[in-house]
């Protein structure tokens, strides 16, 4: 099951999530209906395609724009593709935002440092890549009633009939659903949303369904606040002191192998090809996607561990972005450990939402720098990975559980989230720190 989460007012609000009942596969009872499907999603991938490409580029994406490009689809059709499309370039367009504004901050870290005279070694000075309009490569439909439409059956046969409209005029598909048992379990009692999605992959069509539930938040404002610090030693490391979870040991390990394993096949492909053999091992890598799976496993039961050790609370974790996920991740492979390291706070909205538990992202900016003492921030106060040590107070403590605890505070700290920017926060935290120095007879 997958699941997905709304868009709401506030941390202490009731939470509408939307959970979807995947992998239902459509039996091919009939050939030849499916093929009408297949005829049906190339039209229409390619339609989507040419919407996806309008609002990455020349238009804002628009849910509701008039039909604008020529196709053998029905108005209804159209609409549902014009649809789909803004949704994919919306967030295209989010997400790239978001990294532009992640290599501005990045490029502000990196002057800073060289400013401080402390430069890195291995500090490189970021440069921008303008990102490619997103190619639509796996057929997804994401239909709604005015195209398909799920209705239980005359007999019992079957659990629905699918009706979906074709390219033919008037001439509609109809596909007989048959459900697995742990899907009709998932689905009693249910409301089924209208809209569907269908998928088609190597060995035939899928379809998914969803419904939505209300979870109402349990968590009082003036309940105890966690502060959850997020990295590479440590998945999760909480303000009072815990760690769960590691990328290190066994997972670096296997990480090792698969990177291996890769070097030796493509070294193989290139042997094969100057050979002239046509057909070459692939290089996507089976054990690489295992281990990612694994890897977002293990990040799932840290995160669950530490919901159910902290009963009662409320979380603030960090709005990660790009540039912080490399920064923590400075070690080999940033990359690859980045986009795990990104399924941490997913994870920990995930679980809020579903046991109905505040938790609120809060700045990132310094919480790895910053004295939780006497708030004085400098990167001198990291003598390593997972020392922090202050340059002025001598407060020393394990870097992520000093970081945990300033990301607590932060938490109803309306004065740094008013802050615009990183400089605007490093001023703010220097004031903090010459009063925590005034108010205890410091020089
Ligand atoms: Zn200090």
């Known amino acids: 099951m997958k699941q997905r989460k709304r868009r709401r007012t506030g941390p202490y609000e009731p939470q509408t999530i939307t959970r979807a009942v995947t992998h239902i596969r459509l039996e091919a009872a009939n050939a030849g209906k499916l093929t009408a499907l297949d005829d049906l999603a190339q039209v229409y991938l390619a339609l989507c395609q040419q919407y996806v490409t309008l609002f990455c580029t020349e238009e804002r994406p628009n849910k509701l724009r008039a039909p604008l490009f020529a196709t053998p689809l029905s108005e209804r059709w159209q609409r549902v593709a014009i649809q789909q499309a803004a949704g994919i370039a919306r967030s295209w367009r989010t997400n790239r935002a978001q990294a532009y504004q992640d290599y501005v901050e990045n490029l502000l870290a990196y002057h800073e440092q060289q400013a401080e005279g402390a430069p890195d070694a291995e500090a490189e000075e970021p440069t921008w890549k303008e990102w490619n309009v997103p190619t639509l490569r796996q057929t997804c439909i994401q239909a709604n009633a005015n195209v398909a439409i799920l209705e239980p059956p005359q007999d019992s046969t079957f659990d629905y009939w699918l009706t979906i409209s074709t390219l033919e005029f008037r001439k509609q598909l109809l596909i007989p659903v048959k459900l697995a048992d742990y899907h009709r379990e998932a689905l009693k009692g249910k409301a089924i949303n209208s809209s569907v999605t269908l998928n088609k992959r190597g060995d035939g069509w899928w379809l998914t ?50 990177r291996e394993k890769r070097r030796r096949k493509a070294k193989l492909r290139k042997c094969l090809e100057k050979k002239g053999v046509k057909k070459l091992p692939s290089t996507s890598s089976k054990s690489g996607r295992r281990l990612a799976r694994h890897v977002r496993q293990e990040i799932n039961r840290a995160v669950n561990q530490c919901f159910a050790e902290h009963e009662g609370c409320q979380f603030a974790y960090e709005h990660l972005s790009v540039a912080t996920m490399k920064y923590k991740a400075r070690a080999m492979n940033a990359y690859l450990y980045a986009s795990n390291l990104g399924h941490i706070p997913k994870q920990i909205a995930w679980n809020a939402a579903k046991r109905g538990v505040a938790a609120i992202r809060v700045k990132s900016a310094y919480t790895s720098q910053e004295c939780s003492v006497c708030h004085y921030t400098a990167r001198a106060n990291r003598p390593n990975q997972q020392t922090f040590c202050c340059r002025v107070c001598g407060h020393s403590a394990h870097a992520d559980l000093n970081a945990a605890i300033n990301v607590k505070r932060r938490l109803g700290d309306e004065e740094l989230r008013a802050c615009k920017n990183r400089k605007a926060i490093k001023a703010l935290l220097l004031r903090r720190h010459q009063e925590w120095k005034k108010q205890h007879g410091w020089p």
């Open 209 to 258: 369904l969803s419904y939505d539930q209300v979870i109402a938040v349990h968590t009082e404002p003036s309940a105890p606040v966690v502060g959850v610090d997020v990295g590479i030693a440590n998945f999760v490391t909480t303000s009072d002191g815990r760690h769960y979870g590691t990328f290190h040991g066994k997972l670096r390990e296997r990480q090792k192998r698969d």
